[in-house]
DNA sequence: TAGATTGTTAATCGATTAACAATC
DNA sequence: TAGATTGTTAATCGATTAACAATC
């Protein structure tokens, strides 16, 4: 199908940034110029970013923005569908579950899942809380890769596992806790209160 | 009080990380070695990190775990509590309201408002839910300096003008919307769906 | 043609890794 | 003393910025 062009990772990182920029942008063409402006980095760092990509520039216009909106869905598999599934029916699980703007990026939520009795059959949003004991079914069925896990830490890593036995290939931890997984699966760390010192540092710096 | 170290912003962010790991240490000294190994890096670029410190190391020993805790919570001013409010009581803004963790980094979530008077009056943990017009009353008695924004787009960013007037200073911004601020307050953006663009890159490149 | 903008190469900057002396 | 580990300097690597030719 398509070959993986290299990236950089500092252009990965911001390739994602130029998506969602043209995501609201009702031009037809915008130049690196535009772009950088509106993301106050470099308008060379823009181009040098894109040249990596198919989409080339016209001179004096810029670049044609649904050529390159549509080689950046390619680009990250915006346009097939991905499973998720959220375990943990907490309300950090519940908002996972609910979050509308997954659909433009790609990824369904199939299932939201506890182990808790009380919270099962539980209305959220499109879904009803369903009893952990669905999870291979819900995997199986929906060929779920992605799992928002919003468990409590004393269960992380067993839940863990027992995700990457059924196959999941991502496993997106809000738990806190430090996963150990084989190196074929990507753990992704949402750490709210590791996200917070970088606040703390710089209320700190303000008070010099 | 103390002046600020220059730190690198690579060190700064692994700086975090180290935090994080010494938390779970129960031991009274940690080599570089161990650190690295825990993080998958590697152990000279700890040691190049923690020689931005006070702190020092002890030839065969390592570093004394107290100490690089006590001055990594002096770095980050963990110690002396940041009052954060907590703006949409929707699920994400009741799972910011009720994060255990912010305890450990020095967060207190001071309340949780909304401007739809069908959730106001609504128990989330320790918080009721307050009306918008009590977000004034709330910063000025509680100091609040950080705001965890979870209102819908099309409110974002008249909500953060009325939060900055007030004088918070950090936008926690789950909102999705790019926020136009005055240079000196700090916005945090928070954007799931930017972010799971990751994990399909990676599920599109295990399928080559 | 002149002007604006792309795309690329070279120069600079910053971050990581390698090497190794210092020290307990 | 020998061995382990720190701390620092030098070398390498990668990312950004500067410069500028190509092009519409």
């Known amino acids: 199908m398509c070959e993986m062009i290299y990236l950089p990772k ?8 130029y998506k969602k920029v043209l995501e609201s942008v009702r031009k037809e063409y915008i130049s690196s110029e535009e772009i950088a402006q509106i993301l106050a980095i470099n308008p060379e760092l823009v181009r040098k970013d894109l040249s990596y990509l198919k989409t080339h520039g016209k001179p004096k216009m810029g670049y044609l923005v649904s050529e390159l909106k549509k080689e950046l869905n390619d680009l990250f598999g915006v346009n097939d569908f ?3 599934v959220v375990v ?8 996972l579950a609910t979050y509308k703007p997954f659909e433009r ?26 009893e952990i004991g669905a999870l291979e079914r819900v995997v199986r069925r929906f060929k779920v890769e992605i799992c ?7 269960v992380a890593q067993e839940t863990a596992q027992k995700l990457i036995e059924l196959g999941v290939k991502v496993i997106w931890n809000f738990t806190g806790v430090r996963l150990s997984v084989p190196e074929d699966v990507l753990v992704v760390d949402e750490d709210f209160s590791t996200r917070v010192l970088d606040m703390k540092r710089y209320l700190l710096s303000r008070k010099k």
């Open 10 to 17: 500092a252009t990965l990182e911001r390739l994602k940034m």
């Open 88 to 95: 943990g029916a907490n309300f950090l699980g519940k908002a």
């Open 105 to 130: 990026a790609g990824v369904k939520v199939v299932a939201i899942l506890d182990t808790d009795e009380r919270n099962v059959g539980e209305r959220v949003g499109d879904l009803v809380v369903r």
């Open 148 to 154: 928002g896990l919003c468990v409590s830490p004393d």
């Open 82 to 84: 991905t499973s998720m």
